[in-house]
Nanobody, 125 residues
């Protein structure tokens, strides 16, 4: 079956770094645009980062640009989100998703067709 599984979320301190992982199965990794999104309590899910099929083009949400880095290893069927200088406002459930649309990168949540269950990241204040 087609599946996306995130891992790596945990409780951290302000200023800490954390790396999330996302494993894709049931699809050819190199064919998928990948993205990270997050949803904080009481808020709408928001765009965090996206990466092109070859990994050469990336885009970030305004709130994380300069602190987070998305990367991918198609051989491992894995996408990563390196999070640095974490802030309390980064606290959220982080979701990984795959997009099969004909585009380079994708920031629109509605265009993603395969989603993971999410992993909780909590940044203490």
């Amino acid at each position: 079956q087609e599946q996306v599984v995130e891992s790596g979320g945990r409780l951290v301190q302000v200023g800490d770094s954390l790396r999330l992982s996302c494993v894709l199965s049931g699809r050819t990794m190199s064919r998928e645009i990948m993205g990270w999104f997050r949803q904080a309590s009481g808020k709408e899910r928001e765009f965090v980062a996206t990466i092109s099929r070859r990994g050469d083009v990336t885009e970030y949400g305004d709130s994380v640009r300069g602190r987070f880095t998305i990367s991918r290893d198609n051989e491992e069927n894995t996408v990563y989100l390196q999070m640095n200088s974490l802030k309390p406002e980064d606290t959220a459930v982080y979701y990984c998703a795959a997009c099969s649309r004909w585009a380079v990168i994708m920031t629109d949540q509605q265009k993603y067709d395969l989603w993971g269950q999410g992993t909780q990241v909590t940044v203490s204040s």
